[in-house]
């Protein structure tokens, strides 16, 4: 009678290792949010609550409005890109 293997090689134990660590992964991964998504002004940093009607821009209060509307042409687009929300005129 031929005798039974009761130990694993090196590539054995490393292959289940890393099949172990990836269902630990997909059991911590969660779904996605359901809480809305937080707006954030382009010029500050601090919560943008409103848009700019004329270039798209958010902006935190008035005083940051008043600088948006003396931007500079393509500035807006530039800020829009930051946040990949540019538009591509052609």
């Not at 948006?68 to 807006?76: A, E």
């Amino acid at each position: 009678p031929r005798k039974t293997r009761r130990t694993k090689t090196f590539k054995q134990l490393m292959a289940d290792e890393q099949k172990l660590e990836r269902s630990r992964f997909l059991e911590v991964a969660a779904g996605p949010s359901t809480r809305p998504q937080e707006k954030w002004c382009d010029i500050t940093g601090l919560p943008g609550r409103y848009r700019a009607p004329s270039s798209g821009l958010r902006y935190y209060n008035k005083e940051v409005y008043q600088a948006i509307r003396y931007l500079g042409p393509g500035v807006d687009q530039e800020y829009l890109a930051l946040r990949s929300a540019h538009a591509v005129l052609r």
